[in-house]
């Protein structure tokens, strides 16, 4: 008999899917035509600089016109508005804001997601999303996305440290080897993602 291996998939329930359509409309957002950036993560160390993320975001936003969604929880709030302070491209900040429900839906209608390893990021793949996860010590090839196109990008292993009263390696839930991530190798993985995926942009009603 032949195994073959589950992807996982999740479906978010009707009203779910209104919340997130409106939330979208609200916000002036195009299905399929924004992505959605969460910075968080469990730890400190598995989090890219939010400077980075906003000089990624606005290299992005000139060389590909989407738009920008930040999303993430109650405790992420801090490094979402340390995000929309240093770009400057125009960002929508709902960073705990939404459900988990809501929040896989909205992930759904996005072009791509691009952010930490974290929970996020996995519901961005089940919900059929391309991803680009931002990872350090932990090893793409066991905790990355499946199911959908993804990048995985990770700086050099093994990396110099620079934040010896944070790591404690060889712990991946407590290094900071994300932090050496450069902008151009993010910026670069969402094109080539962006170049070898399709989805239909939806226009808001």
Same mark, same amino acid.
Request: aromatic residues 4%.
């Given at each position: ?6 992807? #996982? %998939? &999740?479906?978010p329930? #009707?009203?779910?899917?209104a ?10 957002? +195009?299905?399929?035509? !924004?992505?959605a ?5 469990? !730890?400190?160390? +598995?989090?890219?600089? #939010?400077?980075?993320? *906003? ?5 992005l936003? +000139? ?8 999303v ?9 508005? +340390?995000? $929309?302070?240093?770009? *400057? ?8 804001a939404l459900?988990?429900? %809501? ?5 759904g ?14 519901? *961005?793949?089940? *919900?059929?999303t ?31 440290? &620079? ?23 993010? $910026?670069?993985?969402?094109?080539? &993602?962006?170049?070898? %995926?399709?989805?239909? $942009?939806?226009?808001?009603?």
């Amino acid at each position: 008999m032949e195994l073959r291996a589950q992807v #996982p %998939t &999740i479906e978010p329930l #009707p009203l779910e899917t209104a919340k997130a359509l409106a939330l979208l409309d609200r916000h002036h957002l +195009r299905r399929n035509a !924004f992505i959605a950036v969460h910075a968080g993560a469990s !730890f400190r160390g +598995r989090q890219w600089q #939010p400077e980075r993320f *906003a000089l990624a975001i606005d290299e992005l936003s +000139r060389q590909t016109g989407l738009d920008f969604l930040l999303v993430g929880g109650p405790g992420e709030r801090a490094s979402a508005e +340390r995000i $929309v302070a240093k770009a *400057a491209s125009p960002v929508v900040n709902v960073v705990g804001a939404l459900s988990l429900a %809501t929040l896989l839906a909205v992930l759904g209608h996005a072009r791509l997601f691009l952010g930490n390893e974290s929970g996020p990021m996995h519901m *961005a793949a089940a *919900a059929g999303t391309p991803v680009v996860g931002l990872f350090g010590l932990t090893d793409p090839a066991v905790w990355g996305p499946v199911g959908v196109a993804s990048v995985t990008p990770r700086p050099s292993m093994p990396c110099e440290c &620079i934040a010896r009263d944070l790591c404690r390696r060889p712990d991946p839930s407590k290094a900071c080897c994300v932090w050496q991530l450069e902008v151009k190798a993010v $910026v670069d993985a969402v094109c080539a &993602i962006l170049s070898r %995926t399709v989805k239909d $942009v939806e226009h808001a009603l």
